[in-house]
């Protein structure tokens, strides 16, 4: 057991030019997070004693003016301005520190550390009684990596930025990750020795590490593996993150009984949660809170965003967000889902079907061609081809209200507020204005309602 206190700085204050963005680097996002978010929901677990983040003014204000940065609550954010390198960064954040002893350093455009590796460089950095441990790893081309500068007898001596290393050292294949656990203490002794010398006129965090050298203090490197440090400097990095991300979110959901026929097209948030024996089709994105339950099959080509797809239900080449879809029921092709959707058991929407707030009971079904929007629409209920509420009056949002068993024919235009009763029908083309009364039919422009001949498919005819 360590007597230590843990803390975490994350340095996300730097603007990210080589991204040739208006928006600050790590706010890009990349498989459903900001870069910076996937930092911090690496660190959660861990539980440490403070966490301080360190931003740039423009970072601050997006963060206060939209609080869905993926930014946690509970940090500590101190803002560096003007940002003038990871040294001062990390100065910046020391002045927020309470009485912490083991600090963990970490860049914000770092998403794919492992909360294992954290752990496991806490560990290391405590047990060794280093006054800093570092993370590297070997890479084929470690062009734009600072390097990791050994002496003969392997000693970690000094970090070398790719912009101020000779040639010998731009040989070197092993890269400093940024990622370091460092004793509180001497770090805070090293810092205002830090000078802006260097290729970017810049103060480097990464010089700390031979200053500690030269004072004899004990350095410790870890190597993780190559995909692990990689970090986000243009675009072509942050697809390749996202890329490792989502394998990651596959490998994990089939490890854990999920058939993802290829992780190769599949999207699926870190927010997500899918029950065993569900199975994912290509070209499918999985975001926000759903939830997809056992037997489920969505895809190929879907993107389904908050919402929750039944046991056995299915969903397919089409758009689901913010709705409910109930057990065995089933969506697509091409259907468009909008938040308040709600199927139950066995419904059906098909083919180029737009819902908004709309409830379907068991067994209901909009097979082709509708625009559902403000309805609540019973048990066993056929909707025909081309059947549209007119829900908007170009004041306000009116409801349709269909009944169970009631029978909607071709091309009803269903003008609301409107009531369609138990078992009654209308006729293809009809215009529905007034309510239809239970069992009653309703034909014609504007339609005319003829009590007692509703659907006679259905056996009990309420009275009409
Ligand atoms: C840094 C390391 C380099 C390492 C690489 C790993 C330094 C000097 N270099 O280089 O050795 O191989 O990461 O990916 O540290 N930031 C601030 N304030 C600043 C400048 C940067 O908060 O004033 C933040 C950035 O937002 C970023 C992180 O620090 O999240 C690293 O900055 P970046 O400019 O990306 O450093 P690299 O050049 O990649
Ligand atoms: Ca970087």
């Known amino acids: 057991?360590?007597?230590?206190?843990?803390?975490?700085?994350?340095?996300?204050?730097?603007?990210?030019?080589?991204?040739?963005?208006?928006?600050?680097?790590?706010?890009?996002?990349?498989?459903?997070?900001?870069?910076?978010?996937?930092?911090?929901?690496?660190?959660?677990?861990?539980?440490?004693?403070?966490?301080?983040?360190?931003?740039?003014?423009?970072?601050?204000?997006?963060?206060?003016?939209?609080?869905?940065?993926?930014?946690?609550?509970?940090?500590?954010?101190?803002?560096?301005?003007?940002?003038?390198?990871?040294?001062?960064?990390?100065?910046?954040?020391?002045?927020?520190?309470?009485?912490?002893?083991?600090?963990?350093?970490?860049?914000?455009?770092?998403?794919?550390?492992?909360?294992?590796?954290?752990?496991?460089?806490?560990?290391?950095?405590?047990?060794?009684?280093?006054?800093?441990?570092?993370?590297?790893?070997?890479?084929?081309?470690?062009?734009?990596?600072?390097?990791?500068?050994?002496?003969?007898?392997?000693?970690?001596?000094?970090?070398?930025?790719?912009?101020?290393?000779?040639?010998?050292?731009?040989?070197?294949?092993?890269?400093?990750?940024?990622?370091?656990?460092?004793?509180?203490?001497?770090?805070?002794?090293?810092?205002?020795?830090?000078?802006?010398?260097?290729?970017?006129?810049?103060?480097?965090?990464?010089?700390?590490?031979?200053?500690?050298?030269?004072?004899?203090?004990?350095?410790?490197?870890?190597?993780?593996?190559?995909?692990?440090?990689?970090?986000?400097?243009?675009?072509?990095?942050?697809?390749?993150?996202g890329r490792a991300l989502r394998e990651r979110a596959c490998a994990r959901w089939m490890s854990e009984g999920v058939t993802v026929i290829d992780p190769a097209t599949t999207y699926i948030d870190p927010t997500v949660v899918i029950e065993p024996d569900a199975t994912i089709l290509p070209l499918t994105f999985l975001e926000g809170s759903t939830v997809i339950r056992a037997g489920a099959e969505v895809g190929p080509q879907a993107r389904v965003i908050d919402s929750e797809i039944g046991p056995g239900a299915s969903v397919t080449f089409s758009v689901v967000r913010g709705s409910t879809i109930g057990r065995s029921a089933s969506v697509g092709p091409y259907a468009s889902l909008r938040p308040g959707t709600v199927l139950a058991e066995d419904a059906h929407l098909g083919t180029f079907v737009e819902t908004k707030k709309a409830t379907l009971g068991r067994r209901s079904k909009a097979p082709h061609l509708s625009y559902l929007g403000d309805a609540e629409i019973g048990d066993d209920v056929n909707i025909g081809a081309g059947t549209i509420t007119c829900n908007w009056d170009g004041t306000e949002k009116h409801r349709t209200v269909i009944e169970d068993d009631a029978y909607i024919s071709s091309d009803t235009m269903l003008v609301a507020p409107v009531r369609v009763g138990k078992g009654a029908a209308t006729g293809a083309g009809s215009v529905v204005r007034d309510d239809v009364p239970d069992g009653a039919l309703a034909v014609g422009v504007p339609a005319r309602v003829i009590p007692g001949k509703g659907n006679r498919k259905k056996k009990k005819l309420p009275p009409g």
């Open 1 to 241: 057991m360590s007597t230590s206190k843990r803390a975490a700085v994350v340095l996300a204050a730097g603007d990210g030019k080589r991204l040739k963005s208006k928006l600050p680097k790590v706010l890009h996002r990349v498989a459903g997070r900001p870069l910076v978010g996937h930092v911090l929901a690496a660190l959660a677990p861990l539980d440490l004693d403070q966490t301080v983040v360190v931003i740039s003014r423009t970072v601050d204000e997006l963060r206060t003016s939209d609080g869905s940065l993926g930014l946690s609550a509970e940090a500590t954010y101190a803002i560096q301005d003007p940002p003038r390198g990871t040294g001062d960064a990390v100065r910046v954040a020391l002045e927020y520190l309470g009485d912490t002893t083991t600090v963990l350093v970490v860049p914000g455009d770092a998403p794919l550390v492992t909360t294992e590796t954290f752990r496991s460089l806490f560990e290391l950095h405590e047990s060794s009684g280093a006054a800093v441990t570092l993370l590297t790893s070997e890479i084929d081309d470690p062009t734009g990596y600072g390097r990791v500068v050994r002496s003969e007898g392997s000693t970690v001596e000094r970090i070398v930025e790719h912009g101020d290393a000779t040639e010998d050292e731009l040989r070197v294949r092993e890269i400093n990750a940024a990622v370091y656990v460092f004793d509180r203490e001497a770090l805070a002794r090293m810092l205002p020795r830090l000078d802006d010398s260097n290729a970017q006129g810049e103060f480097y965090v990464t010089d700390v590490i031979g200053l500690m050298r030269e004072e004899g203090l004990g350095v410790v490197a870890h190597k993780t593996d190559a995909v692990e440090t990689s970090g986000v400097n243009d675009r072509a990095q942050l697809s390749d993150v």
